[in-house]
T-cell receptor
């Protein structure tokens, strides 16, 4: 069974500082994908970044990077130069299964608040 | 534009009534999912379908039912057996294929269901 753990229910960060959101996972699937999503107060889910389990390099997308440590089973999201618009819920998620993409499992989320 | 459409955005249900939430996608995605989100919590998987005329229970399927008669559509029925149906419901879709983990899930805008 897959499991995603996000241990930070809430974080407060000063604007323009970098922030790291923690995510650890557990799976017995040989191949899996790790995702981060942002959910503003409007409720929509916005895809941020993806990391495949066989990818050698950490994924980056603009101000977002994923610190992937496979041996530790962690996939932390790093946001550089935080902005007020980054205030939202952030969810770590995993896809996997015997055929690779059968099921998506989400963590409980971290509420990030950027302070001016 | 391709995407996922959920309707209605807000839904009110009397106790003891069944209601059906609509989810339609024009992304030509094979897999579709239904999630439930309670205030301040993560997403919990209700049902998912990887192909037409086939679907599997997720982690909290009791009190819910689905159908997948068309690739584009994956309606969710919240039955009177669901003890606490008030929540935010999100529909998602992904492409599916052997070993294809590197595909993000696209989400609809969600339906907020309230039992009155």
């Amino acid at each position: 069974a897959q499991k995603i753990t996000q241990t930070q229910p809430g974080m407060f960060v000063q604007e323009k500082e970098a922030v790291t959101l923690d995510c650890t996972y557990d799976t017995s699937d040989p191949s899996y994908g790790l995702f981060w999503y942002k959910q503003p107060s409007s409720g929509e889910m916005i895809f941020l970044i993806y990391q495949g389990s066989y990818d050698q390099q950490n994924a980056t997308e603009g101000r977002y990077s994923l610190n992937f440590q496979k041996a530790r089973k962690s996939a932390n999201l790093v946001i550089s130069a935080s902005q007020l618009g980054d205030s939202a819920m952030y969810f770590c998620a995993m896809s996997g299964g015997p055929f690779g993409n059968e099921k998506l499992t989400f963590g409980t989320g971290t509420r990030l608040t950027i302070i001016p | 534009d391709g995407g996922i459409t959920q309707s209605p955005k807000y839904l009110f249900r009397k106790e003891g009534q069944n209601v059906t939430l609509s989810c339609e996608q024009n992304l030509n995605h094979d897999a579709m999912y239904w999630y439930r989100q309670d205030p301040g919590q993560g997403l919990r998987l209700i049902y998912y379908s990887q192909i037409v005329n086939d679907f599997q229970k997720g982690d909290i399927a009791e009190g819910y039912s689905v159908s997948r008669e068309k690739k584009e559509s994956f309606p969710l029925t919240v039955t009177s057996a669901q003890k606490n149906p008030t929540a935010f419901y999100l529909c998602a879709s992904t492409t599916r294929g052997l070993g294809r983990v590197n595909t993000e899930a696209f989400f609809g805008q969600g339906t907020r269901l309230t039992v009155v």
